[in-house]
DNA sequence: AGAAGGACCAGTGGTCCGTA
DNA sequence: AGAAGGACCAGTGGTCCGTA
C-alpha cells in the first residue's frame, strides 16, 4: 500500500538519482564547487543523507538512501549556506559566488513539481491533498535533497516571483534598471511591490483572485505584507476620489 | 479602521440584540427553558458575556458586551450542556430533553451565517479571508453568543449534513427508517457513511470536488473517515473490476 | 553592511476521553 | 448505555533573529 506511492517516486531517475535532482542544476547553484555547473545543467549534488528522521505518519517515509556522509564540497564540511542573490537581467548568469534571479524563479518552478508529487501522492493514498505549498511541501523537497530550498527564503521573495509571472515585461525593466543603478537584492526586492500594486488596482484590488487565477502563481500565499499594500492603497485611493466627488456635489465650499 | 467593521457587525439587529442571535430558535435550542421556544422562534438568549478574551490580533475584539451574568436558566448554573439529538422526521420537532435533525442541520447553516460574516469583515480590513469554516468562526460564533455550536459537535456530523445536502431523498429515508425502527442518533449517524460513498461512487470518486461543487458543502473540511472510506471502497471495486477484466482475458483458468 | 535559513511561536485541524 | 464538548496535541503558517 505505501510502497505504491513510493515507486511511483522512484520510478524515474533512478538510475543515479531522483529525478527532481537534475533540475536543480538549471539554474545555477549553491555554493561549493556549483559555480561550474551552469550552463550545462547536468552535474548532480549527492543528497546528504538526512539521520535524524521524523515520524510522521504519512507520505514522507524515506526511498533508499544509501549514500555516506558527503562527497562533494572538497570533503570538508565548509559549504553552509547557498550564495546570495545578486540582481541580474534575464538570462544572464551570475558570476563569483553569487546566484542569479533566473535561477531564484527557477526554484519556484522546483517547488511546484515538489507540490505536485505530494499531490499525486495525496491522491493515490486517498488523503488530503494540498492545493498550496505547505510546509508538507518543503519537507518532501529537502528528502528528496533539494536542501537549497526553504520556507523562509521562497516566502520573503514569494512577491518577487509574483511580479514576474503577472507582469514579466515590468518585472524584466525592473531587474535591468536595478541592475544598471548597482541597486543590491534587498532594494529590488522592495522594488518589487509598487508595480504589483499597479497591476492589483488594474484587476479589482483583489490579490487572492489575481494569485488564484494564475496556474503558477495559485499555489503561493499572499504574502502578507503585499496583501496589506494592496488594501492600504485600495482604501486611499477610495477616500481621495470620494473626497472629490463629495467636493464637488455637496461639501460646503 | 478597525471601527469600519465592527460597525457591519452590529449594523443589522442592534435594537436588542445581534441578529444572528435570531435564527437560533428556528429548530428548537439547548436545555433549560428552551424547549418552549421551538415553533414561535421569537425567544432569545441573552449571551453570557465571556471574561477571559484572548489577546487575538484581529477581527474578534468584543462589540458591546455589556449584559451582566446570567439572567436565564432560572438563575442557576445548571444548564451546561445542549441536551442530546434524537432521530426526527423531517419536520418533526424533538420532545421532551431532546433536539431533533432539523435543528443539527440548521446549526449548519448558522455556521455558515457566522462565516460569511467573518469573511466580510475580513475583506474589509484587507485580512486573510478563510474560505471553510475554521477554529476563528469557532470563536466568533460563541463570542455571538451561539454557545451550544462548538467544533467536536460540529465535526462530528459533517457526514450527515453532507448527506442531506447531496441526497435529501435518500438522506430523509433514511431518517425515517432508523426512526421506525427506535435506532439511537449513533446508530443513524454511523449508516449515513453508505449512501454517501454510493453518491461518490456515481460522480468519480472525487469526495472533495463533491463537497466544492455543492454550495453549503464547500465551506465544510471533508471528514477524515468518509475520505478513508471512499478511498477504500474505490479501491476494492477497482481491484475487482480488474480481477474481472484479467481473469477473462489473461488468467490460466 | 546585506543576506540566508534554523528555529521558534501563536493559533490550527483533528479528535480523544473525562464528564454528565 | 449513549452523547456532548473541553481540552489536548502534533504539525502549520509565518517570520524573527542569531549566524556567517
Known amino acids: 500500500d505505501a510502497s505504491h506511492a513510493l515507486d511511483a517516486l522512484s520510478q524515474e531517475g533512478l538510475s543515479e538519482e531522483p529525478v527532481q535532482q537534475e533540475k536543480e542544476a538549471a539554474g545555477s547553484g549553491g555554493g561549493g564547487v556549483w559555480e561550474m555547473v551552469v550552463a550545462n545543467g547536468r552535474k548532480q549534488r549527492r543528497r546528504k543523507s538526512c539521520k535524524g528522521r521524523s515520524r510522521m505518519a504519512s507520505m514522507e517515509e524515506d526511498e533508499e538512501d544509501d549514500d555516506e556522509e558527503e562527497t562533494e564540497e572538497g570533503g570538508g564540511n565548509e559549504r553552509q549556506r547557498e550564495h546570495p542573490f545578486i540582481v541580474t537581467e ?115 484590488w483583489d490579490i487572492d483572485a489575481i494569485f488564484n487565477a494564475h496556474p503558477r502563481l495559485s499555489i503561493w500565499y499572499v504574502p502578507t505584507k503585499l496583501r496589506q499594500l494592496c488594501h492600504a492603497e485600495r482604501s486611499s485611493t477610495a477616500a481621495s476620489s470620494s473626497i472629490t466627488a463629495a467636493g464637488v456635489d455637496h461639501l460646503p465650499f
Chains 1, 2 share one sequence.
Not at 92 to 103: I, P, S
Not at 170 to 193: I, P
Open 90 to 204: 534575464p538570462g544572464e548568469v551570475a558570476r563569483g559566488k553569487k546566484n542569479g534571479l533566473d535561477y531564484l524563479f527557477h526554484l519556484y518552478e522546483q517547488c511546484r513539481d515538489f507540490l505536485i508529487q505530494v499531490q499525486n501522492i495525496a491522491k493515490e493514498r486517498g488523503e488530503k491533498c494540498p492545493t498550496k505549498v505547505t510546509n508538507q511541501v518543503f519537507r518532501y523537497a529537502k528528502k528528496a535533497g533539494a536542501n537549497y530550498i526553504n520556507k523562509p527564503k521562497m516566502r520573503h521573495y514569494v512577491h518577487c516571483y509574483a511580479l514576474h509571472c503577472l507582469d514579466e515585461e515590468t518585472s524584466n525593466a525592473l531587474r535591468r534598471a536595478f541592475k544598471e543603478r548597482g541597486e543590491n537584492v534587498g532594494a529590488w526586492r522592495q522594488a518589487c511591490y509598487k508595480p504589483l500594486v499597479v497591476v492589483a488596482a488594474r484587476q479589482g
